[in-house]
């Protein structure tokens, strides 16, 4: 635990302008990112007697090792850093909302010649209009069913919209009017475009401009005589009616705003946030996040609108945004919605009249959603703190493991052998930290020699970056730094933070050996452990009888997840370096020669078995293909092995090239 006193920055040396600041602790990990409209007092205010700290400032203050910051002009600009750099660094003291990544939005792809309307989760793209999000996907189906009646666009994916231009027949959906066929030209791209702008138009909510329209069409076919068509456009209205009512009015002055609630406790909080588009509840989603960080209702506010605005742009951030406190710096943050809407946002509380009712419901859903969070959660928390405390327990460890890396190794017959190593942090997958190895030092199978090598070069970088931040002293680092550490920033890239348990997945040589590579490197305040997986026995580095945790135990069941997820992420990467290998041709090696003339010699002579046993002339009839370059591939050809026959797994038949089987 670190003395703040010990890297307090000098009197003076502080400048009293806006800025952000960052901790960082003795890895040269940031911990901590802040804001101030004048750093030099915002700083001052860590370095008082701990005592008089609030728990959770003492904690980061006594975790860091340093501090510094970056001054900047205005309190904006202060505000789009910060962002930022939470972004980049995830320090583990600040607050952070739980990613929404999970929920659904309706999703039109203007970006493509001919729009498709889709769901679509994860991070949004440029070119795609997004409209939500919505708590289930089966919601945005059931209202772009009702819509295709009247706004008939392609929602099929390319490879079906491939296939249906090709064949020259539409879809089930183009046949019962609900998609217009671009595939088979029944539209232009223009008419598709414009039919798929104006459904995003009666999403957006001007839905009286189509209604009225349609009940005008109506009009004239019955006057007409039209009646088929006329009952056609009576269906469609009512289709549109439906999708309304799906949403009903709660802001009768068609307002577009966000309502931003929340519901906190001493140590968590939740966010509920309302989307309003139009006077109607367009779409709904929350967050509940860890107080880590000593943080009252202004501040998680602040928070909020940085994870949900931090990434939009235009009609994406509404006109208004309501919340229940408003944030220390509320003209600065207000400033910055402007800037990212590209006019006015209104920042501010609602004090009366359905704004406030409508908030109220928010907030209610905001403290329901906490309580059925801390419901789920406080087993789960039990259950890792326990499961932790009987693995340090049983390997008589000083502390319980809040980080664990496991490594395993994995290869096919001696071929392809790779490595993963994967992070667990208070019992949790932390997969950003996650890393793939390949064996470089010998060729073959053997498992001992390459977990020693994996664990030497995992720890190389760790040693590598203690000597780049001053804190290696005792002789020579070996080289082997690699590309993938921690850079000089802080930024979570490299193996500067080291694990207090490694878990190897085997049993004693394998234990031995992770041991091994540790001395030599001189590290001896990391513990070791393997899990083997026959009898499910822990190892320890020199002992000669395992260690049998009970069946029931939590601590052996982490153990086990932690050894799984590895091998599951070693297995996946072997099989992709497999495939990788698989599918290379002997017409690779040929010179010159690209993908489009490889397709025309397979095309034209139907296999590489065929092109083998074809003369140089034979070659030169295909497209495109010269006499050097048919020389060339006969040459590569004849100089390469036959690849060994394929089998069917199902059969136990041998597969020709050419497609045909023989017993």
Same mark, same amino acid.
């Given at each position: 635990?670190?003395?703040?006193?010990?890297?307090?920055?000098?009197?003076?040396?502080?400048?009293?302008?806006?800025?952000?600041?960052?901790?960082?602790?003795?890895?040269?990990? $940031?911990?901590?990112?802040?804001?101030?409209?004048?750093? !030099?007092?915002?700083? /001052?205010?860590? *370095?008082?007697?701990? #005592? +008089?700290?609030?728990?959770?400032?003492?904690?980061?203050?006594?975790?860091?090792?340093?501090?510094?910051?970056?001054?900047?002009?205005?309190?904006?600009?202060?505000?789009?850093?910060?962002?930022?750099?939470?972004?980049?660094?995830?320090?583990?003291?600040?607050?952070?909302?739980?990613?929404?990544?999970?929920?659904?939005?309706?999703?039109?792809?203007?970006?493509?010649?001919?729009?498709?309307?889709?769901?679509?989760?994860?991070?949004?793209?440029?070119?795609?209009?997004?409209?939500?999000?919505?708590?289930?996907?089966?919601?945005?189906?059931?209202? $772009?069913?009702?819509?295709?009646?009247?706004?008939?666009? !392609?929602?099929?994916? /390319?490879?079906? *919209?491939?296939?249906? #231009? +090709?064949?020259?027949?539409?879809?089930?959906?183009?046949?019962?009017?609900?998609?217009?066929?671009?595939?088979?030209?029944?539209?232009?791209?223009?008419?598709?475009?414009?039919?798929?702008?104006?459904?995003?138009?009666?999403?957006?909510?001007?839905?009286?401009?189509?209604?009225?329209?349609?009940?005008?069409?109506?009009?004239?076919?019955?006057?007409?005589?039209?009646?088929?068509?006329?009952?056609?456009?009576?269906?469609?209205?009512?289709?549109?009616?439906?999708?309304?009512?799906?949403?009903?009015?709660?802001?009768?002055?068609?307002?577009?705003?966000?309502?931003?609630?929340?519901?906190?406790?001493?140590?968590?909080?939740?966010?509920?946030?309302?989307?309003?588009?139009?006077g109607r509840v367009r779409g709904q989603r929350g967050w509940v996040t860890d107080k880590v960080e000593a943080v009252d209702t202004a501040g998680l506010v602040e928070h909020a609108l940085q994870q949900l605005y931090g990434e939009e742009s235009g009609d994406a951030v509404p006109k208004e945004v309501l919340v229940p406190a408003l944030p220390e710096d509320a003209a600065a943050v207000s400033q910055w919605l402007t800037g990212r809407r590209g006019s006015n946002v209104s920042l501010r509380i609602p004090q009366r009249g359905d704004k406030k009712d409508l908030m109220a419901t928010v907030a209610r859903n905001a403290q329901q959603a906490l309580v059925l969070h801390k419901t789920k959660r406080a087993s789960d928390l039990t259950t890792r703190s326990r499961a932790l405390e009987e693995i340090a327990e049983a390997l008589d460890l000083d502390s319980a493991p809040l980080r664990i890396e496991c490594f395993d190794v994995s290869h096919l017959q001696g071929e392809d052998v790779v490595a993963s190593m994967v992070v667990f942090e208070d019992g949790l997958p932390r997969k950003s930290e996650y890393r793939r190895f390949q064996i470089k030092g010998f060729e073959g199978q053997d498992d001992v020699r390459s977990m020693h090598e994996v664990i030497s070069r995992r720890f190389r970088r760790y040693l590598a970056e203690k000597e780049k931040t001053g804190e290696w002293v005792d002789g020579e680092v070996p080289a082997d730094t690699g590309a993938e550490g921690r850079d000089e920033e802080g930024r979570p890239k490299r193996f500067a933070y080291p694990p207090q348990l490694v878990v190897v997945d085997g049993g004693r040589p394998q234990v031995a050996a992770a041991r091994r590579a540790l001395e030599e490197l001189g590290i001896d305040d990391v513990a070791v452990c393997g899990l083997a997986k026959r009898l499910e026995e822990v190892w320890l580095p020199g002992d000669d009888d395992p260690v049998v945790l009970p069946r029931s135990s939590e601590g052996l069941y982490l153990l086990q997840r932690v050894r799984d997820t590895a091998h599951d992420f070693a297995i996946r990467y072997q099989r992709t370096k497999r495939s990788k290998r698989v599918r290379t041709s002997p017409l690779d090696a040929v010179p010159g020669l690209g993908a489009t003339r490889k397709q025309a010699l397979i095309k034209h002579f139907g296999s590489v078995k065929r092109l083998r046993q074809a003369t140089i002339e034979q070659i030169c009839e295909v497209p495109g293909m010269g006499r050097k370059t048919a020389e060339a591939v006969a040459v590569a050809l004849a100089q390469a092995a036959p690849a060994a026959p394929a089998v069917n797994t199902a059969t136990g038949e041998i597969m020709e090239d050419d497609g045909g089987t023989t017993a």
């Open positions: 635990m670190a003395d703040p006193s010990s890297y307090r920055p000098r009197p003076g040396q502080i400048p009293d302008s806006p800025g952000v600041y960052k901790f960082r602790d003795e890895h040269r990990r $940031v911990i901590y990112v802040g804001k101030a409209k004048s750093l !030099r007092q915002r700083l /001052a205010n860590y *370095f008082q007697p701990l #005592a +008089s700290l609030h728990p959770r400032t003492a904690t980061m203050v006594t975790t860091a090792a340093s501090v510094e910051w970056t001054v900047v002009s205005t309190e904006v600009e202060a505000l789009q850093l910060e962002y930022s750099w939470i972004k980049e660094f995830d320090p583990r003291f600040n607050v952070k909302y739980r990613d929404d990544k999970s929920y659904p939005y309706l999703a039109v792809t203007l970006n493509e010649e001919f729009p498709r309307v889709q769901v679509m989760r994860g991070h949004k793209k440029k070119g795609v209009r997004y409209f939500g999000p919505y708590a289930h996907a089966w919601a945005i189906r059931e209202t $772009v069913d009702l819509l295709l009646r009247v706004f008939p666009v !392609r929602t099929c994916s /390319a490879g079906v *919209f491939r296939n249906a #231009a +090709s064949a020259g027949r539409p879809c089930l959906l183009g046949y019962i009017g609900k998609c217009s066929a671009p595939c088979v030209g029944r539209v232009t791209p223009e008419e598709h475009a414009e039919l798929a702008e104006e459904f995003c138009d009666f999403m957006t909510g001007r839905t009286g401009t189509y209604l009225r329209r349609l009940e005008k069409q109506m009009m004239i076919a019955a006057e007409d005589m039209e009646y088929e068509k006329a009952a056609r456009l009576r269906d469609d209205i009512e289709a549109l009616r439906k999708a309304m009512e799906k949403n009903a009015v709660v802001l009768a002055d068609a307002t577009d705003a966000d309502l931003i609630a929340l519901a906190e406790d001493e140590l968590e909080a939740a966010v509920q946030i309302f989307h309003v588009r139009g």
